[in-house]
């Protein structure tokens, strides 16, 4: 079905490429081409809008002892969204969530403050999508405490960011 949609739209825009050229036609063009230029972005949507799946929250986690910088981008970066991952899927009551949330927001601000100074780390899509993601997690800690998770909205699009932090991390930008 979409296949032959697309098929009469293409027919249909090269068709006015036979006639007569002047004024109404070209209008006529254009129209068409804008027609199916929006037919073809709807009927195929990119890569990109892909489903990532949100784990259940959990209140079994190992807590880390590799907390801090070590000076080396991709490392930390690695580390702290590694982090944020684990205090994105944790559930009420989990062991020691007050001491996580505290630890993991000094290691968010002492990540955030040593690299936004280096223009060819700040300009990286990784950083940037990590900085954005620290905003969200630390702003949540600010409003509601340590002790409270995330909402199923908020871990949602945390856990795009991750992945798209990943794959950054992963191609060195």
């Given at each position: 079905?979409?296949?032959q ?17 002047n ?5 006529r ?27 259940e ?13 070590t ?39 002492d990540f ?18 990590l ?13 509601y ?26 191609r060195?930008?």
């Amino acid at each position: 079905m979409k296949t032959q949609l697309i098929v009469a739209a293409a027919i249909v825009s090269t068709a006015g490429a036979f006639s007569v050229s002047n004024e109404q036609s070209a209008r006529r063009q254009f129209l068409q081409t804008a027609s199916t230029a929006a037919a073809s972005t709807i009927l195929f949507p990119t890569i990109a809008s892909a489903e990532i799946v949100v784990p259940e929250q959990s209140k079994e986690y190992s807590f880390p002892s590799d907390w801090g910088l070590t000076y080396s981008y991709e490392t930390d970066a690695a580390r702290v969204r590694s982090h944020m991952v684990t205090a994105t899927g944790l559930a009420k009551g989990s062991d020691r969530m007050e001491d996580f949330g505290k630890n993991l927001k000094k290691e968010m601000i002492d990540f955030v403050s040593y690299y936004r100074r280096f223009p060819q780390v700040a300009g990286k899509p990784s950083f940037s999508t990590l900085y954005t993601s620290i905003n969200v997690l630390a702003g949540h800690y600010t409003s509601y405490g340590y002790k409270y998770p995330l909402p199923e909205k908020r871990r949602k699009r945390l856990y795009q960011e991750y992945a798209e932090i990943d794959k950054s991390l992963k191609r060195n930008r």
